[in-house]
């Protein structure tokens, strides 16, 4: 085809890659567009839905809510300047959670990049690295499309994250290059060496006090059942691997041990008391401090010694991640699908006769002398809660008390954040009813950390969607406050005095109210969880003191 006949070609880019999109089955695509993306939006198809979210943050953490509900990758359209550096956070948090999404960032027309324009993105593929897997420019615009169609397959493939096109705005309303853009079929093929089962089965059959460790890959890759079925055959303890960010096993039932802390001896006191530990589908381990920060004595010379496991414990992890295993404390490391490699496992394991391990302790109910308490909340919430109920949690200082008495059941659903950056769970748990509005979706997040994305609100009582935002509120960030050894030095660093959250929801259209009765607490707990629509509840705690792991 000549140079002239090219020029004239009816189809643009902007309409290849729509039908890429189509094709790729990208049809909810979440934006907070600017100038550079405009010309994309032009005579927008009605079939390819768009949910706008006003600011980026919450725009991909709404994404990575989706993502993970469906196991696809979602289509995130923002500004790839200023509102990519928005957004920094939130895609970090979905490269921690290995949540696939494909973000598309406006740039500045080409004519215009070789001088400083308004919007302009300097350097775009450096500015979301490392959190991104890959990232490109076009160097022609007709390979935008192809483009498109590559970071898809990229994101899905093991292990999972999100990547990144920066596009040109007259890019989408050049030419499209003759031939359409063949979406090709990348499926993953690779199983476990059956070796591996078998050593695995071997050495969970002949050990004495075997444990499991379930990570996130475990539900994600749907082998949570088969899990349950393979502790039941060990009798073995099930704990979750440290930050769950994803609920892999249920913490109803009497194996779980609960969730390992991010604390390297209090992993090691945990796990000394097992021969065998076999981690699926989660890091070797995840750390988030040292137990000597919390002290106030003076430190003694830094002996240069890493974390590592107890010596007495022998410690397999099955990972689909190669990095991960690179830097792994376990022995032995296995890098193939962790969810295959449990169902796999299943059918080599006899049920076994050992013991069966003593099951949690169940909390009794909390005392209601000083009030209403972040305990007396969350028994109340575990006494009204339906089974079924997908939630997503961010508290920093509460997640010890939420999980003593809210237990995650067989056929609930859990998510958290797997990074540490706020704000995941407020917008997650909008895109996660995006994507299943046929389910009740509880967002437990404190008031600090609901500043963040809190802007997916309106985009929820736009949607409509059935999620219910609990706000434990303590009035400041105190994860930081008990940190310090003088408190009131640092005072207007953590305390959020006159932050109202009620008025906040209101102002975005979220119904919303304020509890502050032990007697009301049930009642408007019930009526919040079976709202029509979202629904915003208020709930002042005391101060609880030190934080627990």
């Known amino acids: 085809m000549t140079a002239e006949a090219m020029s004239t070609s009816p189809v643009t880019v902007r309409e290849a890659t729509i039908n890429v999109i189509r ?3 990208l049809t909810t695509i979440f934006a907070n567009p600017s100038h550079t993306e405009m010309k994309l939006f032009e005579s927008w198809p009605s079939d390819i839905r768009v949910i706008l979210g006003l600011q980026e ?4 953490t709404m994404a990575d809510g989706y993502a993970q509900a469906t196991g696809e ?8 300047a200023p509102g990519l550096g928005n957004a920094l956070g939130s895609i970090y948090t979905a490269a921690r959670a290995h949540t696939p999404l494909i973000i598309l960032g406006g740039q500045q027309a080409r004519a215009l990049l070789l001088g400083e324009p308004f919007l302009l993105a300097e350097d775009p593929t450096l500015l979301p690295r490392p959190y991104v897997k890959w990232s490109a420019q076009p160097s022609r615009p007709q390979d935008v499309p192809a483009l498109l169609e590559r970071a898809y397959h990229i994101a899905r493939q093991a292990p999972q994250g999100p990547v990144f096109i920066a596009v040109p705005e007259d890019d989408w309303i050049r030419p499209a290059a003759p031939q359409q853009t063949r979406v090709r079929q990348v499926r993953g093929a690779v199983v476990p060496d059956p070796t591996v089962t078998t050593q695995l089965a071997r050495a969970l059959t002949e ?42 096993f249920p913490e109803t039932h009497p194996l779980f041990g609960g969730v390992l802390p991010p604390i390297q001896e209090m992993i090691n006191e945990r796990l000394q008391q097992h021969d065998l530990v076999v981690v699926f589908g989660a890091p070797a ?6 137990a000597e920060l919390f002290q106030t004595a003076p430190m003694e010379l830094d002996p240069g010694l890493q974390p590592r496991l107890p010596d007495t414990t022998e410690v397999i992890a099955v990972t689909d991640d190669p990095a991960a295993a690179a830097w792994s404390m376990a022995g032995t490391t296995y890098v193939c699908p962790p969810g295959e490699v449990v169902r796999q496992l299943l059918p080599l394991l006899e049920p076994s006769d050992r ?13 209601t002398e000083d009030g209403l308490t972040q305990p007396v909340l969350f028994h109340a919430l575990a006494d009204v809660l ?15 008390d939420f999980h003593q008495y809210v237990r995650i059941g067989a056929d609930g659903g859990y998510f958290a954040t797997a990074g540490g950056a706020l704000g995941f769970a407020f917008a997650g748990a909008v895109g996660y009813a995006l994507a299943r509005p046929d389910k009740r979706v509880l967002a437990v997040v404190g008031e600090g950390s609901a500043q963040y994305t809190l802007h997916a609100i309106w985009t929820a009582v736009q949607h409509r969607l059935p999620v219910t935002f609990l706000i434990p509120d ?23 005095p006159g932050l109202d959250m009620v008025a906040i929801a209101q102002g975005y259209g979220c119904p919303a109210r304020r509890v502050e009765s032990i007697p009301a607490l049930r009642d408007e707990l019930r009526a919040a969880l079976t709202a029509d629509g979202p629904f915003l509840l208020d709930v002042p705690v005391g101060d609880p003191g030190l934080f627990q792991v």
Not at 220 to 246: D, F
Not at 355 to 367: D, K, L, N, T, Y
């Open 23 to 25: 094709e790729l089955g």
């Open 57 to 60: 943050a919450p725009v991909v």
């Open 73 to 80: 990758p979602a289509l995130v359209i923002i500004n790839g």
């Open 207 to 248: 050990a004495q006090r075997p444990a499991l460790v379930a990570g996130p890959g475990v539900d994600a890759q749907g082998a949570r059942h088969a899990l349950v079925q393979v502790a039941e055959r060990l009798n073995a303890t099930v704990y979750g691997s440290p930050v769950w960010p994803r609920g892999a």
């Open 285 to 290: 381990f995840t750390l988030f401090t040292m």
């Open 355 to 367: 013991p069966v391990p003593p099951p949690q302790e169940v909390p009794p109910a909390p005392s």
């Open 386 to 400: 339906p089974p079924d109920v997908v939630i997503f949690e961010e508290l920093p200082i509460a997640r010890h």
């Open 474 to 496: 303590n009035s400041g960030y105190l994860s930081l406050k008990y940190y310090l050894r003088d408190q009131k030095a640092f005072e207007a660093g953590w305390a959020l």
